[in-house]
């Protein structure tokens, strides 16, 4: 029943998988250096490929996106947890960490729990960094394997999209998440006087240029698949888990295939996972600390609130965003939901 993964990469993965970015950096390079670029939000560029646009010189990034789709194989018992960055990827992976391997620690005290030590990044690994690792993350050949990823749906590997595999997808309000990828991106710029400022930050995001974007493509990619196949993929948003993160969990563990037994049920294991994946228990657990690619585990934690972008948008910015969420989610309830 449990899912086996390395929570927290060795140094020596990792300079491994330094050494295999740069030798697929180098292999795409001519192809993806031809595609049309713009200045990048946290990294240098962002690259245009199959109409979105991707990271370069990053573990996920338009070299590591062309490189799954060469070469990775998906498993039909595979589950893959799609999102946008800053739509609640580290929570969602912190959840379903959590719920896949509940078996594993059930008989051990809180603290040895891997998320009560480690970043949930570290435990659930992305499916683009597999083509970086020496030896695959997933040893157990019993369980599923459980990846997230940032790519839309229509740049999965022909091998995800042919096996039938489950995906969950989490979006949430595009003006929380714009917010939310403005404050990341200026806290990986080292050198103020590099700091964006926040209308500028608007209006690439108006224009689709964000890492994975643009928002409202990725979001609508995944959802309509949501919609012709819910067996599938489960449709979530932020939002909605935010509001009732128990109800929420218990969908989401049976889609997953973990569904919680009337006696988890009874001995409050529900309750003792929201707690565990809970922004104030994982910020603190983060508060030090970095991931092995430099990142400050603290980036991922900063608000963890739904509507923070009234505290950052003018008027005029969110009737904006409001407009061409409309436009572009036109015929969709998406609209009345999570989206404006
Ligand atoms: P804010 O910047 O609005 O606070 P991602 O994980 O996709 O990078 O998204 C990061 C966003 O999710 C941040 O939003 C972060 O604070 C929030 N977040 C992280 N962990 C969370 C949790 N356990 N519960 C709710 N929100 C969380």
């Known amino acids: 029943m449990s899912s086996v993964t ?120 992305f499916v683009e960094c597999e083509v970086l690792r020496t030896s695959p993350t997933y040893v157990n050949p019993h369980s599923p394997r459980i990846f997230a990823t940032h790519m839309p749906y229509t740049s999965l590997p022909q091998s995800v999209l042919d096996s039938g595999c489950r995906i969950v997808y989490m979006c949430r309000n595009p003006k929380d998440v714009l917010v939310s990828l403005f404050h990341f991106a200026n806290k990986l710029r080292v050198n103020s006087h590099d700091l964006m400022t ?38 979530l948003t932020y939002e909605d888990m935010k509001m009732d993160t128990a109800k929420k969990l218990r969908r989401l563990a049976k889609f997953v295939g973990y569904p919680f037994t009337e006696e988890e049920e009874a001995k409050g294991m529900v309750e003792e996972i929201v707690s565990l994946c809970s922004f104030e228990n994982l910020r603190e657990v983060n508060k030090d600390g970095a991931l092995s690619i430099g990142i400050p585990n603290q980036a991922f934690f900063r608000e963890g609130k739904v509507g923070d972008w009234r505290n950052h948008l003018t008027v005029e910015m969110s009737q904006i965003l409001d407009q061409i969420t409309k436009e572009k989610f036109h015929g969709l309830d998406l609209i009345t939901s999570a989206c404006m």
């Open 198 to 235: 926040f209308d500028v930050a608007f209006e690439m995001f108006t224009k689709g240029v964000i890492p994975n974007g643009p928002y409202w493509d990725h979001v609508k990619g995944y959802y309509k698949v949501g919609l012709e196949q819910p067996k599938r993929l489960m449709f």
């Open 6 to 125: 390395k929570p927290g990469l060795e140094d020596d993965d990792y300079q491994g998988e330094e050494a295999n970015l740069a030798l697929i950096f180098d292999r795409y390079k001519d192809r993806f250096t031809s595609f049309p670029k713009e200045k990048g939000w946290m990294t240098e560029d962002l690259y245009k490929y199959q109409g979105f646009w991707h990271q370069s010189k990053n573990v996920v990034s338009v070299e590591t996106v062309m490189a799954t789709q060469d070469t990775f194989q998906a498993l039909p018992t595979d589950i893959y947890l799609a999102t946008l960055p800053k739509s609640g990827t580290t929570w969602l992976k912190a959840l379903v960490f959590a719920t896949a391997n509940r078996n594993m620690y059930k008989d051990k005290p809180l603290s040895a729990h891997p998320l009560q030590t480690s970043n949930p990044h570290s435990c659930l690994p």
